[in-house]
């Protein structure tokens, strides 16, 4: 019975991980053009001016958040493997790691909206615009 709740978890982590990798094989825009974290100063972009940290800070957010998203599903998968044993020590584990992984997300959120808001209080107007899409 044990073996079968370890290919379940083994199949599921591979349901979630598919969609993710597949995603990462498509290429939006040419090496020229392409947009990563930082938007300045690669071939085919402008150099880089103060005018471009929220362009950056927006683009490190949307990173953080499109890898927190999946790890948060993996991690609910742990969860559930620890409370399908249905024993004491894995409820109380996997109520632990729900408190806190619930509680990161809230600060992630929370860091984010304090960027946010400084970004506006410095007058970053195309932020708001960016951030809003």
Do not use: W
């Not at 019975?1 to 349901?15: D, N, Q, V």
């Not at 409820?91 to 990161?104: D, F, P, Q, S």
């Amino acid at each position: 019975m044990k073996i079968f709740y370890i290919l379940y978890a083994i199949i599921h982590t591979f349901i979630i991980i598919t969609p993710i990798t597949a995603y990462a094989q498509v290429q939006t825009a040419p090496p020229e053009e392409s947009n990563g974290l930082v938007p300045c100063g690669n071939r085919g972009q402008p150099e880089c001016e103060f005018a471009h940290i929220p362009e950056l800070f927006n683009n490190l957010i949307e990173f953080f958040l499109m890898i927190a998203v999946p790890l948060i599903a993996v991690v609910f998968m742990y969860v559930g493997f620890l409370l399908i044993q249905k024993k004491r020590e894995g409820l109380v584990k996997a109520k632990g790691i729900i408190a806190n992984m619930v509680i990161g997300f809230i600060v992630f959120i929370i860091g984010g909206l304090a960027v946010y808001t400084a970004l506006v209080a410095i007058g970053a107007p195309d932020f708001i615009t960016d951030f809003l899409k």
